[in-house]
């Protein structure tokens, strides 16, 4: 058994990689050097897809069946003329039921259901009546996170806020109540919250939490109502957020503040939640205190490795905008370096291979 740690930056990606020991690493790279390399999930058949851009081909997919070889698609995802859309980015590549989606800038969601060889627009989402209304971030207009649960799917969009189809994508719902939205207006009812992050618990998909630009926020009921779950938290402003499954830990990476987006004082902390996210406590063995590069929204993974029968704990591994890879593999209590300068990172994945 192998853990894999798939590292996308602005110039091309790396791989490292580990026994189950966790103990050392190897890097490899950089992968599809001259691409910028956003997304990367498993593909359904045993391989995996990665989402891509440069400034001659624009957004595309590749497949491979390992990390290390890639092939671009025939037909990546891309708007008609007709609907006015501009095809800037893939944010985030997510799977479930048989299905694959890709969330987009300009905003929306692209399905694919050949393991990403083609792909079609989920027309619901992009013709609801608010979409007019839709506007961009400082990041973008992005649809950046995708949660599904059988016919059930959740997507985050900058700036907007957060939707739920319970049909498989063909009608859509805005999640936002009890989030304060970023303009107040009646042209943007039951939009205009800011979401960075959303997840969820697998045994539990009503049970959700997420990241706003205002804070912390907790659902249990599937995205109708948030309350807020932040105490411990330096701050309320951050982008990445993540859970792993076996032990429900939480993981957060705040930021000063919406203007300073950049560790508070320059010192790098990786926040955790044990208890659903009603109290963080910050972890920093490790970690510098001098790092003024944020941990982007796609930049923290856990490997969900933990077996505590066995007295193993799962890893936990973000990438900064600085080009550094921090590892932990005991649940994010203490981390280090590993290996490498690299260019700014995009994206953070681990996945658990046979040797």
């Keep these: 058994m192998r853990i894999q740690v798939f590292v996308g930056t602005v110039k091309g990606a790396f791989l490292y990689s580990s026994d189950e020991s966790r103990e050392e690493w190897t890097v490899e790279g950089p992968l599809l050097g001259g691409w910028k390399v956003s997304a990367v999930a498993p593909d359904g058949e045993g391989g995996y897809v990665l989402a891509t851009s440069s400034y001659v081909y624009g957004a595309m997919v590749h497949r491979g069946k390992d990390l290390r070889s890639w092939e671009m698609v025939d037909a990546p995802p891309r708007y008609t003329e007709e609907s006015g859309h501009k095809m800037?980015?893939?944010?985030?590549l997510a799977g479930g039921a048989g299905v694959l989606y890709?969330?987009?800038d300009e905003a929306g969601l692209f399905e694919s259901r050949d393991a990403g060889r083609s792909w079609s627009e989920v027309q619901g989402l992009s013709q609801l009546p608010s979409r007019p209304s839709w506007f961009p971030g400082f990041g973008g207009l992005c649809a950046h996170h995708v949660l599904t649960a059988g016919p059930r799917v959740w997507t985050g969009i900058s700036s907007v806020g957060v939707f739920e189809s319970a049909d498989g994508g063909a009608t859509w719902e805005a999640r936002n109540e009890g989030v304060p939205a970023q303009i107040e207006d009646e042209h943007f009812k039951d939009i205009g919250s800011c979401v960075h992050a959303i997840v969820a618990d697998p045994a539990d998909p009503d049970?959700?939490?997420?990241?706003d630009h205002v804070g912390m926020f907790r659902s249990t009921n599937g995205g109708r109502t948030w309350e807020r779950a932040q105490a411990g938290l330096p701050s309320t402003f951050g982008f990445p957020l993540v859970r792993d499954t076996k032990s429900a830990a939480l993981f957060s990476v705040p930021l000063a503040s919406d203007e300073l987006r950049y560790p508070a004082e320059g010192h790098l902390r990786v926040y955790r939640s044990l208890d659903d996210g009603d109290t963080w406590q910050a972890n920093e063995a490790g970690l510098p205190d001098d790092s003024f590069h944020a941990?982007?929204?796609q930049a923290l993974a856990c490997d969900q490795l933990g077996?505590?029968?066995?007295?193993?704990e799962g890893g936990v591994y973000l990438g900064n905008a600085g080009g550094e890879v921090f590892a932990s593999d005991d649940l994010g209590r203490t981390f280090r370096r590993?290996?490498?300068s690299l260019p700014r990172i995009l994206c953070v994945e681990a996945f658990v291979t046979a040797d």
């Design 88 to 92: 800037k980015e893939i944010w985030t």
């Design 102 to 104: 890709a969330g987009v």
């Design 338 to 340: 590993l290996p490498g």
């Design 295 to 297: 941990v982007l929204r």
């Design 207 to 211: 049970r959700m939490w997420r990241q």
């Design 307 to 312: 077996e505590h029968e066995q007295g193993r």
